[in-house]
Protein backbone atom coordinates (compact mmCIF):
# COMPACT_ATOMS: atom_id res chain seq x y z
CA UNK A 1 0.00 0.00 0.00
CA UNK A 2 0.89 3.88 -1.00
CA UNK A 3 0.07 6.54 0.94
CA UNK A 4 0.63 10.19 0.32
CA UNK A 5 2.65 11.68 3.08
CA UNK A 6 0.65 15.35 2.43
CA UNK A 7 -3.27 15.30 1.94
CA UNK A 8 -5.10 16.09 -1.29
CA UNK A 9 -7.34 18.76 -0.87
CA UNK A 10 -11.04 18.85 -2.52
CA UNK A 11 -13.94 21.82 -2.40
CA UNK A 12 -17.19 20.44 -2.18
CA UNK A 13 -19.58 22.14 -4.67
CA UNK A 14 -21.41 25.36 -4.24
CA UNK A 15 -24.81 23.16 -5.13
CA UNK A 16 -25.81 20.11 -3.18
CA UNK A 17 -27.55 17.85 -6.07
CA UNK A 18 -28.62 15.26 -3.35
CA UNK A 19 -25.67 14.06 -1.01
CA UNK A 20 -26.92 13.51 2.30
CA UNK A 21 -23.18 13.04 3.98
CA UNK A 22 -19.56 13.37 3.12
CA UNK A 23 -19.58 9.71 2.77
CA UNK A 24 -22.16 9.96 -0.12
CA UNK A 25 -20.63 12.64 -2.00
CA UNK A 26 -16.93 11.11 -2.21
CA UNK A 27 -18.68 7.54 -3.27
CA UNK A 28 -20.41 9.25 -6.04
CA UNK A 29 -17.39 11.79 -6.96
CA UNK A 30 -14.68 8.56 -6.96
CA UNK A 31 -16.97 5.96 -8.73
CA UNK A 32 -13.52 3.81 -8.43
CA UNK A 33 -13.12 3.97 -5.22
CA UNK A 34 -15.85 2.07 -3.23
CA UNK A 35 -17.93 3.19 -0.83
CA UNK A 36 -16.42 0.70 2.05
CA UNK A 37 -13.15 2.08 1.47
CA UNK A 38 -14.19 5.72 2.06
CA UNK A 39 -15.55 4.07 5.03
CA UNK A 40 -12.68 3.03 6.99
CA UNK A 41 -10.68 5.70 5.73
CA UNK A 42 -12.72 7.82 7.49
CA UNK A 43 -12.83 6.01 10.47
CA UNK A 44 -8.90 5.49 10.34
CA UNK A 45 -9.09 9.69 10.10
CA UNK A 46 -7.45 10.07 6.74
CA UNK A 47 -10.51 12.34 6.00
CA UNK A 48 -11.34 15.16 7.83
CA UNK A 49 -12.20 19.14 7.16
CA UNK A 50 -9.48 21.68 6.08
CA UNK A 51 -8.14 23.16 9.38
CA UNK A 52 -8.11 19.65 10.78
CA UNK A 53 -11.66 18.80 11.94
CA UNK A 54 -12.17 14.91 11.42
CA UNK A 55 -15.50 13.63 10.37
CA UNK A 56 -17.61 10.81 10.27
CA UNK A 57 -19.41 8.30 8.09
CA UNK A 58 -22.61 10.61 9.61
CA UNK A 59 -21.64 14.12 8.56
CA UNK A 60 -23.42 15.98 6.85
CA UNK A 61 -22.76 17.23 3.27
CA UNK A 62 -21.50 21.25 3.64
CA UNK A 63 -21.63 23.24 0.59
CA UNK A 64 -18.21 24.98 -0.71
CA UNK A 65 -16.57 23.37 2.08
CA UNK A 66 -13.01 22.78 2.00
CA UNK A 67 -11.97 18.66 2.54
CA UNK A 68 -8.47 17.02 3.25
CA UNK A 69 -7.84 13.51 2.79
CA UNK A 70 -4.85 11.09 2.29
CA UNK A 71 -4.54 9.51 -1.06
CA UNK A 72 -3.68 6.04 -1.65
CA UNK A 73 -2.99 2.82 -4.05
CA UNK A 74 -2.61 -0.83 -3.55
CA UNK A 75 0.46 -1.14 -5.29
CA UNK A 76 2.49 2.38 -6.73
CA UNK A 77 3.85 1.26 -9.98
CA UNK A 78 7.98 2.32 -9.82
CA UNK A 79 9.50 4.16 -12.55
CA UNK A 80 13.51 3.28 -13.25
CA UNK A 81 14.47 6.26 -14.93
CA UNK A 82 16.11 9.37 -13.24
CA UNK A 83 15.17 12.55 -13.53
CA UNK A 84 17.30 16.12 -13.40
CA UNK A 85 17.34 19.64 -12.29
CA UNK A 86 18.97 21.40 -14.80
CA UNK A 87 18.32 24.93 -13.10
CA UNK A 88 17.14 26.65 -9.92
CA UNK A 89 17.17 30.37 -7.82
CA UNK A 90 15.22 31.67 -5.35
CA UNK A 91 12.26 32.02 -7.67
CA UNK A 92 11.94 28.86 -10.11
CA UNK A 93 13.36 25.25 -10.66
CA UNK A 94 13.75 23.61 -14.25
CA UNK A 95 13.75 19.76 -14.25
CA UNK A 96 14.10 17.35 -16.85
CA UNK A 97 10.89 15.01 -16.85
CA UNK A 98 11.67 11.18 -18.00
CA UNK A 99 8.85 9.07 -19.87
CA UNK A 100 6.64 7.28 -17.76
CA UNK A 101 7.19 9.91 -14.58
CA UNK A 102 3.71 11.90 -13.94
CA UNK A 103 4.69 15.54 -12.84
CA UNK A 104 1.80 15.72 -10.25
CA UNK A 105 -0.11 12.75 -8.35
CA UNK A 106 -2.93 11.02 -9.86
CA UNK A 107 -4.17 7.80 -10.54
CA UNK A 108 -2.65 4.78 -9.39
CA UNK A 109 0.48 7.40 -8.43
CA UNK A 110 1.04 8.92 -5.44
CA UNK A 111 4.55 9.36 -4.27
CA UNK A 112 6.60 7.99 -7.39
CA UNK A 113 5.88 11.74 -9.32
CA UNK A 114 8.18 14.60 -10.50
CA UNK A 115 6.77 16.60 -7.30
CA UNK A 116 7.53 14.21 -4.65
CA UNK A 117 10.91 13.60 -6.08
CA UNK A 118 11.48 17.37 -6.41
CA UNK A 119 10.93 17.83 -2.69
CA UNK A 120 12.99 15.20 -1.94
CA UNK A 121 15.79 16.58 -3.31
CA UNK A 122 15.17 19.85 -2.36
CA UNK A 123 14.06 19.69 0.96
CA UNK A 124 11.29 22.49 0.05
CA UNK A 125 7.74 21.80 0.21
CA UNK A 126 6.07 24.65 -1.56
CA UNK A 127 6.98 23.73 -5.08
CA UNK A 128 4.04 24.02 -7.69
CA UNK A 129 4.27 22.86 -11.24
CA UNK A 130 3.32 26.32 -13.58
CA UNK A 131 2.32 24.21 -16.41
CA UNK A 132 1.40 20.57 -17.61
CA UNK A 133 3.61 17.74 -19.41
CA UNK A 134 1.88 14.06 -19.92
CA UNK A 135 3.00 11.54 -17.90
CA UNK A 136 3.75 9.40 -21.08
CA UNK A 137 6.33 12.67 -22.69
CA UNK A 138 9.56 13.14 -21.58
CA UNK A 139 11.35 16.64 -21.00
CA UNK A 140 11.29 20.34 -19.69
CA UNK A 141 8.83 21.25 -16.63
CA UNK A 142 8.67 24.53 -14.79
CA UNK A 143 8.14 24.94 -11.38
CA UNK A 144 7.86 27.51 -8.82
CA UNK A 145 9.31 27.61 -5.56
CA UNK A 146 8.23 30.78 -4.09
CA UNK A 147 4.17 32.07 -3.51
CA UNK A 148 5.04 35.61 -3.93
CA UNK A 149 6.18 35.33 -6.68
CA UNK A 150 4.21 32.55 -8.44
CA UNK A 151 1.30 34.20 -9.99
CA UNK A 152 3.69 36.14 -12.65
CA UNK A 153 5.13 32.90 -13.59
CA UNK A 154 1.72 31.92 -14.38
CA UNK A 155 1.05 34.43 -16.15
CA UNK A 156 3.34 33.21 -18.60
CA UNK A 157 1.68 30.80 -19.58
CA UNK A 158 -2.26 32.21 -19.39
CA UNK A 159 -0.68 35.33 -21.57
CA UNK A 160 1.01 33.29 -24.04
CA UNK A 161 4.67 34.82 -22.96
CA UNK A 162 6.50 31.92 -23.01
CA UNK A 163 7.95 30.02 -26.39
CA UNK A 164 8.51 26.01 -25.87
CA UNK A 165 9.35 23.11 -28.82
CA UNK A 166 9.19 20.05 -28.95
CA UNK A 167 10.74 16.86 -30.55
CA UNK A 168 8.83 13.58 -32.30
CA UNK A 169 9.60 10.90 -34.30
CA UNK A 170 6.51 9.30 -36.50
CA UNK A 171 6.35 6.89 -39.40
CA UNK A 172 6.19 8.77 -42.39
CA UNK A 173 3.87 8.36 -44.93
CA UNK A 174 5.75 7.11 -48.36
CA UNK A 175 5.76 10.73 -50.01
CA UNK A 176 7.81 11.76 -47.33
CA UNK A 177 10.96 9.16 -47.14
CA UNK A 178 12.90 10.55 -49.47
CA UNK A 179 11.43 14.22 -49.45
CA UNK A 180 13.89 17.46 -49.47
CA UNK A 181 14.20 18.70 -45.98
CA UNK A 182 12.99 20.83 -44.02
CA UNK A 183 9.36 20.26 -44.42
CA UNK A 184 6.73 22.28 -42.82
CA UNK A 185 3.41 22.94 -41.67
CA UNK A 186 0.66 25.01 -39.80
CA UNK A 187 -1.94 22.98 -38.40
CA UNK A 188 -4.79 25.32 -37.19
CA UNK A 189 -8.30 23.36 -36.18
CA UNK A 190 -10.39 23.05 -32.98
CA UNK A 191 -10.08 20.37 -30.33
CA UNK A 192 -12.17 19.47 -27.78
CA UNK A 193 -12.72 16.55 -25.37
CA UNK A 194 -13.71 13.61 -26.42
CA UNK A 195 -14.89 10.11 -25.13
CA UNK A 196 -13.86 8.66 -22.74
CA UNK A 197 -13.00 11.89 -20.91
CA UNK A 198 -9.27 11.37 -20.95
CA UNK A 199 -8.97 11.76 -25.00
CA UNK A 200 -9.69 14.76 -27.15
CA UNK A 201 -10.45 14.82 -31.20
CA UNK A 202 -10.21 17.76 -33.48
CA UNK A 203 -13.75 18.85 -34.44
CA UNK A 204 -15.23 21.71 -36.75
CA UNK A 205 -15.90 24.97 -35.41
CA UNK A 206 -13.45 27.64 -34.47
CA UNK A 207 -10.20 27.17 -34.38
CA UNK A 208 -8.37 27.04 -30.66
CA UNK A 209 -5.49 24.74 -31.32
CA UNK A 210 -2.40 26.10 -33.68
CA UNK A 211 0.89 24.47 -33.83
CA UNK A 212 4.12 24.54 -36.42
CA UNK A 213 5.75 21.40 -37.28
CA UNK A 214 9.16 20.90 -39.39
CA UNK A 215 10.26 17.57 -40.68
CA UNK A 216 13.63 17.92 -39.93
CA UNK A 217 15.68 13.84 -40.52
CA UNK A 218 14.34 11.03 -42.12
CA UNK A 219 15.99 7.73 -42.56
CA UNK A 220 14.66 4.05 -42.96
CA UNK A 221 10.89 5.47 -43.03
CA UNK A 222 11.24 7.75 -39.79
CA UNK A 223 11.37 11.23 -39.46
CA UNK A 224 12.55 13.44 -36.52
CA UNK A 225 10.04 16.30 -36.20
CA UNK A 226 10.26 19.84 -34.21
CA UNK A 227 6.76 20.82 -33.14
CA UNK A 228 6.30 24.94 -31.71
CA UNK A 229 2.71 24.48 -29.80
CA UNK A 230 0.77 27.88 -30.16
CA UNK A 231 -2.17 26.86 -27.88
CA UNK A 232 -2.06 24.38 -24.72
CA UNK A 233 -4.90 21.88 -25.77
CA UNK A 234 -4.49 18.61 -24.04
CA UNK A 235 -2.61 16.37 -26.52
CA UNK A 236 -2.70 19.13 -29.20
CA UNK A 237 0.80 18.05 -30.58
CA UNK A 238 -0.19 14.29 -30.29
CA UNK A 239 -3.08 15.05 -32.56
CA UNK A 240 -1.65 17.60 -34.84
CA UNK A 241 0.33 14.69 -36.15
CA UNK A 242 -2.25 12.30 -36.27
CA UNK A 243 -3.75 14.90 -38.58
CA UNK A 244 -0.64 14.73 -40.74
CA UNK A 245 -1.34 10.82 -40.90
CA UNK A 246 2.05 10.49 -38.44
CA UNK A 247 0.78 9.51 -35.42
CA UNK A 248 3.65 9.92 -32.57
CA UNK A 249 5.80 6.46 -32.25
CA UNK A 250 4.42 4.09 -29.36
CA UNK A 251 1.20 6.59 -28.59
CA UNK A 252 -1.05 4.71 -26.71
CA UNK A 253 -4.11 6.90 -27.40
CA UNK A 254 -4.00 7.92 -30.80
CA UNK A 255 -5.40 6.79 -33.53
CA UNK A 256 -6.18 3.74 -31.29
CA UNK A 257 -7.20 3.91 -27.46
CA UNK A 258 -5.41 0.81 -26.45
CA UNK A 259 -6.16 -1.16 -23.35
CA UNK A 260 -4.69 -0.16 -20.14
CA UNK A 261 -1.63 -1.55 -19.44
CA UNK A 262 1.88 -1.80 -17.46
CA UNK A 263 4.04 0.77 -18.44
CA UNK A 264 5.86 -0.78 -21.70
CA UNK A 265 9.23 1.29 -20.36
CA UNK A 266 11.16 -0.32 -24.06
CA UNK A 267 8.81 1.81 -25.74
CA UNK A 268 8.53 5.64 -24.39
CA UNK A 269 6.36 7.68 -26.21
CA UNK A 270 8.68 9.39 -28.48
CA UNK A 271 7.52 12.83 -27.60
CA UNK A 272 9.91 15.23 -26.03
CA UNK A 273 9.77 18.66 -24.46
CA UNK A 274 12.70 19.89 -26.05
CA UNK A 275 13.21 23.88 -25.35
CA UNK A 276 11.46 26.63 -22.83
CA UNK A 277 12.32 30.43 -23.28
CA UNK A 278 10.95 33.20 -22.09
CA UNK A 279 11.53 36.61 -20.27
CA UNK A 280 11.62 36.25 -16.42
CA UNK A 281 8.83 38.38 -14.92
CA UNK A 282 10.51 38.97 -12.02
CA UNK A 283 14.33 39.51 -12.58
CA UNK A 284 13.49 41.18 -16.56
CA UNK A 285 16.45 38.45 -17.71
CA UNK A 286 16.30 35.95 -21.14
CA UNK A 287 15.74 32.54 -19.49
CA UNK A 288 16.48 29.43 -22.22
CA UNK A 289 16.42 25.78 -20.86
CA UNK A 290 17.07 23.06 -23.59
CA UNK A 291 16.38 19.28 -22.41
CA UNK A 292 19.42 16.73 -22.14
CA UNK A 293 17.34 14.12 -23.56
CA UNK A 294 17.51 13.42 -27.07
CA UNK A 295 14.93 11.94 -29.73
CA UNK A 296 17.20 10.11 -32.57
CA UNK A 297 16.43 7.54 -35.81
CA UNK A 298 16.88 4.13 -34.72
CA UNK A 299 14.61 1.60 -36.61
CA UNK A 300 15.99 -0.99 -34.22
CA UNK A 301 15.24 0.41 -31.20
CA UNK A 302 12.24 2.31 -32.34
CA UNK A 303 10.08 -0.46 -34.22
Given at each position: ?????K?S?I??PA????W??????L????????????????L????Y??????I????????????CYY???TKE?????S?SI?Y?D???L???????LP???GG?????CL?????RD????????V????RD????V????N??S????????????????YQ???????A????A????W?I????E????????A?VPG?????????L?Q?AD?????????????T?????H???LG??I??????????????PQ??K???????T??????V?N??Q?FT????????P????
Amino acid sequence: MSIATKPSEITLPADNEGWATVLHYLAVKFPYIAESVWRQRILAGKVYWFGGEPITVDTPFKASKRLCYYREVTKEPVIPFSHSILYQDEHILVADKPHFLPVTPGGEYVNECLLARLKRDTGLEDIVPVHRLDRDTAGLVLFSVNADSRPAYYQLFSQAKISKSYQAVARLTPALCNAALPVNWHIANRIEKSQPAFINAIVPGEVNAMSDISLQQHADGLGLFELIPHSGKTHQLRLHMLSLGMPILHDNYYPVLLPKRPPQFDKPLQLLAKTLSFIDPVTNSAQAFTSQQQLALRPAALS
